[in-house]
């Protein structure tokens, strides 16, 4: 459980490191470190309880876009100040080095299967943001009116 707990800290230490790099300010850049940290929550979670990498993947993405979508909707700010630092912690950056590391190495069918869980991942962050942010905005314009 520590070990979780612990991830999630450096997960939004990273966000809050890259929201500094993005230059970020004041509560904003606190906000947007926690988005890294729930982001990375979501994706322990449903990894722990159903053991599929994708698919959490997909959750942490989608929970990330919620949350920056209604921090930055509470705050009046671009959703951007808070969705793209809290989406580094679950980029998928160990799969692509070990890809190109096993073509290298010249285990092509390793890094072949690895490209292509690379590339699955990247396409469920995709679609978890998308998924997420069009959801939240019908429901929001639902409210609206």
Do not use: C, H
Not at 2 to 31: E, H, P
Not at 40 to 66: D, E, H, Q, R
Not at 70 to 93: H, K, N, Q
């Amino acid at each position: 459980m520590t070990g979780m707990v612990l991830q999630v800290v450096y997960a939004a230490l990273g966000s809050l490191s890259f929201g500094l790099l993005f230059n970020v300010r004041g509560l904003a850049l606190a906000l947007s470190a926690l988005g890294g940290g729930v982001g990375w929550a979501a994706y322990l979670a449903l990894f722990a309880a159903t053991g599929k990498t994708v698919l959490s993947f997909f959750v942490g993405s989608a929970a990330i876009s919620i949350y920056a979508d209604s921090v930055a909707r509470a705050r009046r700010d671009p959703v951007t100040i808070y969705l793209v630092p809290a989406l580094i912690p679950i980029v998928p950056g160990s799969g692509m080095y070990y890809t190109v590391y096993e073509f290298l190495s010249g285990n092509t069918e390793r890094a072949v299967s690895l490209l292509l869980e690379t590339f699955s991942i990247a396409i469920a962050i995709a679609l978890g943001i998308a998924l997420a942010s069009s959801v939240y905005w019908l429901v929001s314009r639902g409210k609206r009116r």
